[in-house]
């Protein structure tokens, strides 16, 4: 799948209908569309998320490689009670956010996508670089040597102690894109005449930048992990989405959300080590919030 692509055409089909809704017609019924300036809202959901291969660089003291075109997948839950359990809500691939509309149709807001990344282990990679321990830094000294385009298996085992023996690389807790997000919003039920005070069918579209902060679980040729989360790179996004909003107050939102997301300041080994990488996303969301008046636009 040509991630790349996608997200451009998704781009590209925001800028367009945003000129059609600016040459929209106005209606001539008695209900007040759009008039969503002052009020902000905050919603929780689910996502499924697919990535691009990506080439992944290990750094260390004593080894540099680069595996080439390494496939990822993410970590469904599927359907959960975890989504909504308190203790244990942040386990599933979810979804955070907070508005607030400063314009009848463009509204502004913070959040976090809280993706999982994890290399499919087995599969064959492309390997070039060094491994060279002395057998005291703790590493596995069976891949020592100096890989020229190689190819190399990622293989799914472990030790006695069930900890991989060679490689494992996840942002399972997890790959968080924080994110601020400029967006637009048109009601389309004005062109059916519909109560905006009992239904509002929106059509949404926005674009977003942000920085990752994952809790990266990786092992490398038998190191041990690095536990802590960190900031290590930035992302670009864009969606476009359908909002139903009930009574006012009560919204189910669905969206198709694309991007590009580098990270160069991977934290991996607590000695230290660490990797980069940067790959295309996309992914779809389900989410539930609630709409509320923050303050009244007409108040001078």
Sequence with gaps: MNYKALVLLLF????TIGQAQESAPNTEDNFQYNKNKGKAYVYWGGNRAKYSKSD???EGENYNFTLSDVNAEDKPKGWHIDYVNPARMTIPQTNFRIGYFFHDNYQLSLGVDHMKYVVIR???VQINGYINFDGSE???TNYN????NEI???IDDSDINGNPTFFEFEHTDGLNYVNIELARMDDLGQYFKWNPNKIQVNLLEGIGIGALYPKTNATIIGKPRNDEFHWSGYGVSAKAGLNLTFFKHFMIQT???G???NMPWIKTTADGDSAKQHFWFIQHNITLGYVFQLFNPNNK
């Design 12 to 15: 590209i089909a925001l800028a």
């Design 56 to 58: 992944i660089t290990f």
């Design 122 to 124: 087995p599969q064959h």
């Design 138 to 140: 703790g590493g596995d």
């Design 145 to 148: 040597g100096v890989y020229n």
């Design 152 to 154: 190399i298996n990622l």
């Design 255 to 257: 969206e198709l959300k």
């Design 259 to 261: 991007g590009f997301i």
